[in-house]
């Protein structure tokens, strides 16, 4: 397996970081959504891998070894040995047909010899939660599945995904993985800290939380934000993100951010369910914690590829907006700490998203994570 990385910039257009112009059997690249909405970057990526899968969104910054930029499009070319692929994108209307989006993508890529699914999705028009139950209602939960929801920054106006196509809005695309030679290694960590008092779900419906404790949930957070930084909502509950979990299953919690809010109804839109009787907990960030949590997200992935790793692959990073936020211009400490785990033999590209998708790291279970960082790292074992 070969991976070879790209960069394009205002200034200098398409760069190779070795020079490269090999054949590639999947190109993925990231960037803002003003660098992409014209469609030309994806068309030039075309024209220089015509029989490549290409697959690629907007974000909220784009991450490039150890840098994080806004300005530039990060994008990889990957070349395989042995490793079949194959590509399926879907439109979906809005978050009710999440599920049903979910599924057909499933049914696109199911077979025997699936390894894996790296999927990309619109971040404001689908449920997450409901997005990976309808792939793997299909294709299984041994099948690992990773990826994210697109980002806009600190915007949220809108998402863009591309699958063999220029990225547009509602739109779901991935990329399923086949053969014995493949290896995904996958890692999911946070690093923030609970405060306050935990609190029941009393009224929920799918994504859309509306009470807590019989209390409505846009006043909980406009009580802990402030008059000032409630005005800024959705963008700075970013800073504030949910702890949920089954009372009955403390240890599998997951984390929720807010995408929407709704000042009439008093609700909070999340990228993935709130589940109605769970219990929920609102979190802040530590800096040294978040750092700690990438780089138990590398290890976990590491350890998921074992030797295979030495000989080349690809590590690709997908980490919450809201720790970008947080985390300001110490956002590549947690970059680094990816960086060290799998050290100069393995590249590392992604980027910051409206959520991250990778089996739980307690129950196996692929979900949707929010304020995670989630590393996919993909390499062959041929021989």
């Given at each position: ?6 960069s ?17 059997h ?28 290409i697959?690629?969104?907007?974000t909220?910054?784009?991450?490039h ?6 300005h ?35 049914r696109?890529?199911a077979g ?8 990309l ?24 599945l ?6 806009d ?17 509602h ?8 053969g ?8 999911s ?22 009470e ?8 909980l957070y ?5 008059e ?22 403390p ?21 993935g ?5 769970w ?8 800096f ?9 997200a ?5 350890a ?22 947080l ?18 033999c393995?590249?590392?590209?992604g980027f910051?998203?409206y ?25 062959e074992?041929?021989?």
């Amino acid at each position: 397996m070969r991976a070879d990385q790209l960069s394009w910039s205002e200034t200098t257009g398409w760069r190779a970081a070795n020079g490269s112009t090999d054949k590639a059997h999947l190109v993925l690249y990231f960037a803002a959504r003003q660098a992409l909405a014209c469609g030309a970057r994806y068309h030039e990526l075309r024209a220089k891998f015509p029989d490549a899968n290409i697959l690629g969104c907007s974000t909220g910054g784009q991450i490039h070894n150890d840098d994080v930029t806004d300005h530039e499009i990060a994008a990889v070319a990957l070349s395989f040995d042995a490793t079949k692929m194959r590509l399926a994108c879907e439109a979906v209307s809005g978050p009710v047909q999440s599920r049903s989006c979910g599924e057909a993508i499933g049914r696109a890529l199911a077979g025997e010899d699936l390894a894996g699914i790296f999927v990309l999705s619109d971040g404001l028009n689908v449920n997450g939660s409901e997005l990976v139950a309808g792939i793997t209602d299909i294709v299984g939960q041994s099948v690992p599945l990773t990826g994210g929801l697109a980002g806009d920054g600190a915007q949220f106006q809108e998402t863009l995904v591309g699958g063999n196509c220029a990225p547009r809005s509602h739109a779901v695309a991935a990329v399923g993985f086949y053969g014995p030679a493949v290896r995904i290694g996958h890692g999911s960590a946070g690093g923030w800290d609970q405060f306050g008092p935990r609190r029941r779900i009393t009224r929920s419906l799918g994504n859309i939380l509306f009470e807590l404790d019989g209390e409505p949930a846009l006043d909980l957070y406009e009580r802990y934000l402030g008059e000032e930084e409630a005005k800024g909502l959705p963008g700075t509950a970013l800073l504030f993100p949910l702890r949920i979990y089954d009372p009955k299953l403390p240890d599998h919690d997951l984390v929720r951010t807010v995408l929407a809010v709704d000042r009439t109804a008093r609700s909070l839109t999340f990228a993935g369910d709130v589940t109605e009787g769970w219990v929920a907990q609102l979190m802040r960030g530590n800096f040294d914690r978040l750092a700690v949590g990438a780089g138990e997200a590398a290890r976990q992935a590491s350890a998921g590829i074992g030797k295979c790793g030495t000989s080349g692959g690809i590590a690709i990073l997908v980490s919450c907006i809201g720790r970008r936020l947080l985390m300001g211009q110490q956002a590549t400490e947690e970059v680094e700490a990816v960086g060290a785990e799998f050290g100069s033999c393995i590249p590392r590209l992604g980027f910051y998203s409206y959520g991250e998708i990778s089996p739980h790291s307690v129950s196996g279970i692929c979900q949707l994570h929010n304020q995670t960082m989630t590393v996919t790292a993909i390499t062959e074992s041929v021989g």
